[in-house]
C-alpha cells in the first residue's frame, strides 16, 4: 500500500553573500541573520549552529510524538545538547552529530526505545542517515 505525501511545510530563505560575511533572511522575515565563521570578530551564526538548532527542535519533537504515542508521560524538562561539528582531511569536509539526551523521570531502557523510536521517525535523522556520524548519549 502506497501512501500519498501531504506537504505539510516549506521554509524558504535567501543568503547573500557565504558563511564569512553572509546573511540568510526568511521570505517571511522572520529569519534575519547574519553569517560568520566560528572564530571570527564578526557577530553571526554560522551552518553547524543553524543545523544543531534544527536537528535538537525535531528530535525533541518525534520524541514527544514517540512518547504519546506509547503511553509514557514525558517531563517538560526533556533536553537535547547538540554539536555539530565540521571537520576536514584538508581535501573534504564532513560534518558529525552529537545529541545528549536527558528524559527526567524515565528510565534509561525506556529512553533508550523512545530514542531508537524517534531516530526513526525524526526528519533529520532520516534525511541523513547514512551520510552524517550521530552519536547519542543518555544522561
Known amino acids: ?10 521554509a524558504t530563505t535567501e543568503t547573500t553573500g557565504g558563511r564569512d560575511n553572509g546573511v540568510v533572511r526568511s521570505t517571511d522575515g522572520v529569519l534575519d541573520i ?4 566560528p572564530g571570527s570578530t ?3 551564526t554560522n551552518p553547524e549552529q543553524l543545523m544543531a538548532a534544527g536537528w535538537s527542535t525535531s528530535f525533541a519533537s518525534s520524541v514527544a ?3 504519546r504515542q506509547t503511553g509514557v508521560p514525558l517531563s517538560a524538562n526533556v533536553r537535547i545538547h547538540t ?11 564532513v560534518i558529525g552529530v552529537r545529541l ?9 531502557d525506556v529512553a533508550s526505545r523512545l530514542i531508537e523510536e524517534a531516530r526513526r521517525i525524526c ?3 532520516k534525511a541523513t542517515q547514512g551520510n552524517v556520524e550521530v552519536i547519542i548519549t543518555i544522561v
Open 34 to 37: 547574519r553569517l560568520s565563521d
Open 123 to 125: 526528519p533529520f535523522s
Open 100 to 108: 545528549i539526551i536527558q528524559l527526567p523521570g524515565v528510565g534509561r
Open 65 to 67: 510524538q514517540v512518547a
Open 83 to 93: 554539536e555539530v561539528y565540521l571537520s576536514s582531511d584538508d581535501d573534504v569536509f
Open 1 to 10: 500500500m502506497n501512501k500519498t505525501m501531504h506537504l505539510i511545510h516549506t
Open 42 to 44: 564578526r557577530i553571526g
